[in-house]
């Protein structure tokens, strides 16, 4: 609508509390006058306060609007004006509300803003994500700056997850330190010098002598059968040979769906048994598994200690006795303990001192028979815990422990220490118990499954 006035006429109205001459006084440029007029009538008629909130709100007065706003219970302006003068007042609440009312990006990256004022970290991050889905292309990078520094504050800083191969790459970097392939393969011509070379390698990172000589004749005769003159073409052979050797030697963790079952864990001192049950029983709370940690090594303090230390990192409980209490008594208040609050895995560490042969077997049986008396079908694992540093002198360790209890699995540890890495394929031929983890690190999430791709692939790499 239009309206011509005569100047007089205008203001006279307006005195009076016409809405349109008002308005046409604010036209003309005459905001002062409007606003004194509009103060007159404002506590009264909704209207005229509607007029002098917007105008507050125009010129950035916003705490001026404010007083309007709640006399009209926020029944004027709009959703986008009401949020803005009740942010401003600190009516947080509200502006929250008047926000999430409009929902475009900048209201919702307000209200994350709003909550990172408050201190409230975590739902000023959920809004801030909320508004990365509708950012327009101009604040993107704004945005994910504030994203970027909220993280930081909630410690959620995300490292860079590590993949099973980069993992395992770490691990077997001390291997690959002392035995080059890589080099070996590498722009290399195939002759005679290139396989004495090879042969070398594989003697050295401990697969075995025999396996070494074997694997290099039969590559050998497989370069002269295919004509092959490049190093890397030997490199996928040499794969796919370790591969084949290594098929049968992996296996996966059996833990029963039920309630108790039992993993006992063997191995020589030292061997990493205390630290593989820490990173399991972490891996299996994580899978929503009630753990009951055992400590059955019980000939020295420390090493009781130390299961607790893993049982609190890991956020499982632990059974345990004092020094020097018999370790079938330890195991059979586990079990009781298992069976009468319902622990879904039982993971028993054990001790291992070797020069003590006889007592050592003994130990061993005693306390299967103890967790038989439990349940006549557990344990569903007993893991020897080997040391891959040690390398091939594993194996003659290994045949004592198979002596005393049946061995159904074996953990690999400190393969990341060990320039032996070629050790796992030396333990499978000759052992014939498959391999079920690896540890290739002393961090709670350095232990995986033995996946035998991965496995060939980042040591020849
Ligand atoms: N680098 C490395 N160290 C390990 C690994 N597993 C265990 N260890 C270390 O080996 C040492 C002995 O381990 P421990 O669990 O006490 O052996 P236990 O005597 O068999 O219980 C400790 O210092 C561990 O931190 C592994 O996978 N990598
Ligand atoms: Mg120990």
Redesign the pocket.
């Known amino acids: 609508m239009v309206f011509f006035w005569r100047k007089s006429d205008v203001e006279k109205k307006a005195e009076k509390g016409d809405k349109n001459a008002i308005l046409e006084l604010i036209k003309q440029g005459k905001k002062e006058k409007a606003e004194r007029i509009l103060k007159k009538y404002a506590s009264e008629r909704e209207d005229l306060a509607e007029v002098l909130f917007e105008l507050y709100v125009q010129e950035g007065r916003l705490v001026q609007a404010y007083p309007y706003l709640r006399r009209f219970d926020g029944k004027i302006g709009t959703a986008k004006e009401r949020a803005k003068v009740y942010q401003a007042v600190g009516d947080y609440e509200k502006a929250v509300g008047e926000y999430l009312k409009v929902g475009d990006f900048e209201s919702i990256f307000n209200i994350a803003k709003i909550y990172r004022q408050l201190g409230k970290n975590k739902e000023a991050l959920n809004y801030a994500e909320r508004a990365l889905n509708i950012v327009p292309y101009d604040r993107k990078e704004e945005l994910e700056n504030f994203i970027k520094e909220l993280k930081s504050e909630l410690g959620l800083v995300e490292e860079k997850k590590e993949s099973i191969l980069e993992k395992l790459k770490r691990g077997l970097k001390k291997t690959k330190e002392v035995v080059e392939f890589g080099v070996l393969f590498r722009g290399r011509k195939v002759n005679e010098e290139f396989f004495e070379e090879l042969e070398e390698m594989l003697v050295k990172v401990d697969i075995g002598v025999k396996t070494a000589v074997d694997i290099t004749e039969r590559l050998r005769k497989e370069a002269i059968r295919k004509n092959i003159r490049e190093g890397e073409q030997i490199k996928e052979l040499l794969k796919k040979e370790l591969k084949e050797l290594l098929k049968n030697c992996r296996g996966d963790l059996n833990i029963p769906e039920k309630n108790g079952a039992v993993l006992l864990f063997v191995?020589?001192?030292?061997?990493?048994?205390?630290?593989?049950i820490g990173k399991l029983a972490y891996q299996l709370k994580r899978d929503g598994k009630k753990v009951l940690l055992v400590a059955a090594?019980t000939f020295r303090a420390a090493?009781i200690e130390?299961l607790e230390v893993w049982a609190k990192r890991a956020e499982v409980d632990l059974v345990k006795k004092q020094e020097g209490t018999d370790p079938g008594a330890v195991v059979y208040e586990g079990m009781k303990k298992a069976q009468e609050e319902g622990y879904d895995v039982v993971l028993i560490?054990t001790a291992?001192r070797l020069h003590t042969k006889e007592p050592l077997i003994n130990e061993l049986r005693k306390i299967k028979k103890v967790i038989q008396k439990f349940d006549s079908e557990e344990p569903a694992e007993a893991l020897l815990?080997i040391?891959a540093t040690t390398g091939q002198n594993a194996i003659q360790q290994a045949k004592v422990f198979k002596e005393a209890i049946d061995i159904t699995g074996i953990v690999i540890?400190?393969?990341?220490?060990s320039a032996k890495g070629g050790a796992i394929v030396a333990i499978c031929k000759e052992l014939k118990i498959p391999i079920k983890l690896i540890?290739?690190?002393?961090k709670i999430d350095?232990?995986q499954a033995f996946d035998v791709n991965a496995y060939v692939d980042a040591l020849l790499d």
Do not use: F, R
């Open positions: 191995g020589v001192n030292g061997s990493g048994k205390t630290t593989t090594d090493a130390q560490d291992g815990v040391d540890t400190k393969l990341d220490g540890g290739v690190g002393e350095d232990l």
